[in-house]
């Protein structure tokens, strides 16, 4: 426990940690002195601080700052203000340590919310313990198929405690097909996915990249599941050259693609595009594999060029990134938009529940939730998708210029008046 020195109305900041990394997230900000005899209102965040899925954890501490004057006006409950506690546990990059901590987020620390964001190996083992629990649920940056699908639902049955607010496969697909699309290639894609949650979605051949490339005329050259983590992709690289493949497509967490890439280079292996899941989401993943990673193209679920603005900071994207650059003197990341709007979801919620500790309140005001984030509007009433309402994605490609790597829109498939510079340049 720490305490930070500010003039009135004071905050202190607790820290409330799982496992044995040290989480520079403050885990919770309140007003001490207001309401020092009130019981908290309490959101507990699952988050990958540790282990190969820590960039997803990354703007936690940059963000939570972002809320501080929302959290220090507390939240009302039965017409008593109370103050606002963030819980943060490290899930350590473990789908079975994401699900231990959520329990005791639960069992233990009595959150009233659960929030999490880092991919369905986070995402999916707290879903299922606010289930089992009856806690009410938001998470984002998870596609939604393996948080349905993976959870053994489907689109109209859904869910009772939990929801979504994301992207579909349907819409990685979507923009990747697009940024394909500016660029003349033999239209043979290598598909590569790992013998997980994600990889398993991304390669499922009902509604995974197998049906749909072959419904739009690729050619689809699988080199089946490999293990997670793996170090080797000899045999993979190998059946892309004999297939001639000129696409490729995976989704990877970092220290995978380091190997995949820097082995593709030296047995010569050079397709003229390579669109990365997951691994590419920061500049630093680009510095470190260094000028061969120059024209990789990913999915992008924000830009500091998206137009929406926040409806309760009133921040823009522009000014977020700003703001991130200014404070820890790295890149802006697209990471910091989605946790921002995951954070501003989850207060708005409680603050229009009217008793944020009653559960069955706090349900009716997610379902009710018509909010402008700085993702987009989150409404789920009205989605085709029980529990799960989705917000835009477009493809992007990472230039080298000079020693920094820029991330450019390069195609917009949705009908959200997102920009886009220009077309996809090969590899």
């Known amino acids: 426990m720490h305490t930070l020195k500010r003039t009135t109305p004071r905050i202190s900041r607790r820290l409330f940690l799982a496992g044995s990394a040290a989480l520079a997230a403050p885990a919770v900000l309140r007003v001490s002195k207001s309401f020092a ?16 899925l820590a960039f997803f954890g990354e703007p936690d501490a940059f963000i939570l700052k972002r809320f501080e004057t929302q959290i220090a006006a507390g939240i009302s409950v039965k017409g008593e203000t109370r103050p606002v506690e963030f819980v943060i546990k490290d899930s350590q990059s473990s789908a079975n340590r994401a699900s231990e901590v959520a329990s005791q987020l639960i069992l233990d620390d009595n959150v009233d919310l659960l929030i999490a964001a880092g991919g369905p190996d986070t995402v ?50 979507a923009a990747y097909m697009a940024l394909w699309g500016t660029i003349e290639t033999n239209r043979k894609v290598g598909m590569m996915f790992a013998n997980d949650a994600d990889g398993n ?12 490339l072959a419904k739009a005329g690729y050619e689809g050259v699988d080199a089946g599941r490999y293990t997670p983590m793996a170090d080797d992709f000899t045999a993979q690289i190998t059946a892309f050259k004999k297939a ?11 220290p995978e693609f380091f190997a995949f890439w820097t082995q593709a280079a030296q047995q010569g292996f050079k397709p003229k595009v390579a669109s ?45 990134c700003d703001a991130w ?20 979801i989850a207060l708005d919620v409680l603050s229009r529940a009217g008793d944020a500790t009653d559960r069955d309140a ?36 990472w230039i080298k210029s000079g020693d920094r790597f820029d991330l450019k829109i390069r195609a917009n498939p949705t009908d959200q008046p997102i920009p886009t510079s220009g077309g996809l340049s090969a590899l």
């Open 325 to 344: 650059e200014r404070e820890t003197g790295r890149q802006w990341i697209q990471l910091i938009g989605s946790k921002h709007a995951l954070f501003e």
């Open 124 to 173: 999916n083992p707290v879903a299922d313990q606010a289930e089992v629990n009856g806690v009410p649920m938001v998470a984002n940056s998870c596609p939604w198929q393996p948080f349905v699908m993976g959870r053994n639902s489907t689109p109209d049955k859904g869910f009772d405690w939990t929801y979504l607010f994301a992207f579909g496969l349907e819409d990685v697909i």
């Open 244 to 254: 001639g493949v000129d696409i490729v497509v995976a989704t990877m967490v970092p």
């Open 362 to 397: 706090v349900i009716e005001s997610i379902m009710a939730t018509d909010h402008e984030t700085l993702s987009g509007r989150v409404k789920w009433q009205g989605s085709p998708i029980k529990n799960v309402t989705k917000t835009a994605m477009v493809g992007g490609q």
């Open 37 to 52: 005899a009130s019981t908290p209102v309490r959101i507990g965040l699952v988050t990958p601080q540790t282990g190969p």
């Open 276 to 320: 990365i899941g997951k691994t590419l989401l920061l500049p630093k993943t680009l510095e470190t594999i260094g000028a061969i990673g120059s024209g990789l193209s990913a999915e992008v679920s924000w830009h500091r060029d998206f137009p929406f603005k926040s409806a309760l900071t009133g921040e823009t994207a522009p000014s977020l």
């Open 201 to 212: 979605a991304w390669g499922n051949e009902k509604f995974g990249f197998p049906a749909a």
